[in-house]
């Protein structure tokens, strides 16, 4: 495990890394701990190598696996600064998508407040029109609002409707990445809940997962990946994965494509392309 600790030179140097100025490169005079801040959020702020959605996940759960008491109570599950790390993945971030039931449970607001950095886009998939008009994620504040949705209801003034089709109540993921890329949003934040993030690991569109590990234990409650059973170890998951101590929670840094990169093969090449023509537009 590497411990890291941010700066505010290395904050800086990913911030321009992030704006596109791909020449940035550690500087020799920083610590161990500074360069594995750096290290540990450059494939965020580099996104991906072609020009395909660049999707991640960060889900920040306790030593058994939870991310909420029974009763939903999940405020404090990451530590201090677990909690700034969040933040930074949102300051990296084009928008931040979460399921319908964790704007339900927590009515988190989703914006960058530990870090310097604009808040992304926020993003709700809520396919059956559940989330009320007054939920805290669709309050105007200058940042943009989207809805991924399956059916037709009305939203707030100035909420960006992603109309999109369902089977049995379930939206492709793909569809969800190639919808939010083609309004401009292609360096996607997928924060929870388990569902959520489970529909886009489970879909192989995930790049990066970030795990961060807080020391409690919380018994019985959500947990953070809700993917499906499996039967054997053998078919488990085992991303190559990089550990960083971030002195109040630990951070495994998955990394599900080659190279922490986004390949296109795992998108759809043709809408894809339309995409990409649609940003440049
Ligand atoms: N610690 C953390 O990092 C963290 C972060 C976020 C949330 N949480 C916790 O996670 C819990 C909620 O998580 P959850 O797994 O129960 O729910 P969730 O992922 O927040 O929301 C799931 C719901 O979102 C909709 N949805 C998501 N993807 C969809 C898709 N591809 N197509 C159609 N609908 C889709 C569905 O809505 P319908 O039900 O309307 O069909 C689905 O049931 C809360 O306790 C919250 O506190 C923890």
């Known amino acids: 495990m590497r411990p890291a ?11 321009a890394l992030r704006a596109g100025e791909r020449a940035i490169l550690p500087d020799p005079a920083w610590t161990d ?53 969040l933040h930074r993945c949102r300051a ?17 607001r989703l914006t960058v ?24 994620v669709l309050a105007e504040d200058g940042a943009r609002r989207l809805v991924v949705q399956a059916c037709d209801i009305d939203r707030p ?30 360096r996607i934040l997928v924060e929870g809940g388990g569902v959520t993030i489970a529909g886009f690991l489970e879909a192989g569109l995930l790049d990066r997962l970030h795990v961060s590990i807080a020391p409690l234990i919380i018994g019985a409650g959500p947990t953070g990946l809700r993917t499906a059973p ?6 488990a998951l085992r991303p190559e994965t990089f550990v960083y101590g971030l002195d109040t929670d630990v951070v495994f840094d998955c990394a599900l494509a080659p190279g922490g990169n986004a390949s296109t093969s795992r998108w759809p090449t043709r809408q894809v392309d339309a995409a990409i023509a649609v940003r440049r537009a």
Not at 5 to 15: I, K, P, Q, S, Y
Not at 60 to 82: F, H, K, N, P
Not at 230 to 235: N, S, T
């Open 33 to 85: 701990a500074a360069r594995a801040a750096f290290d540990l959020y450059a494939p965020l702020a580099r996104g991906a190598a072609g020009e395909a959605p660049f999707l991640f996940a960060q889900v920040g759960q306790s030593l058994d696996g939870r991310v909420a008491t029974v009763t939903g109570d999940a405020a404090d599950v990451s530590g201090r600064e677990g909690l700034r790390h």
């Open 157 to 186: 003034a100035g909420v960006e409707v992603v109309r999109l089709p369902d089977s049995a109540g379930w939206i492709r993921p793909e569809a969800i990445g190639l919808a939010l890329a083609r309004r401009g949003l292609a």
């Open 92 to 108: 990296l971030a084009d928008a931040v998508v979460i399921g319908v039931r964790t704007a339900l449970t927590d009515n988190p």
């Open 113 to 136: 407040r530990l870090c310097d950095g604009a808040s992304p886009a926020r993003v709700v998939i809520d396919p059956r029109g559940r989330l009320p008009a007054d939920a805290r």
């Open 230 to 235: 499996i039967a054997r170890l053998a078919d």
């Open 5 to 15: 600790a941010m700066t505010e030179t290395v904050w800086a140097a990913l911030r």
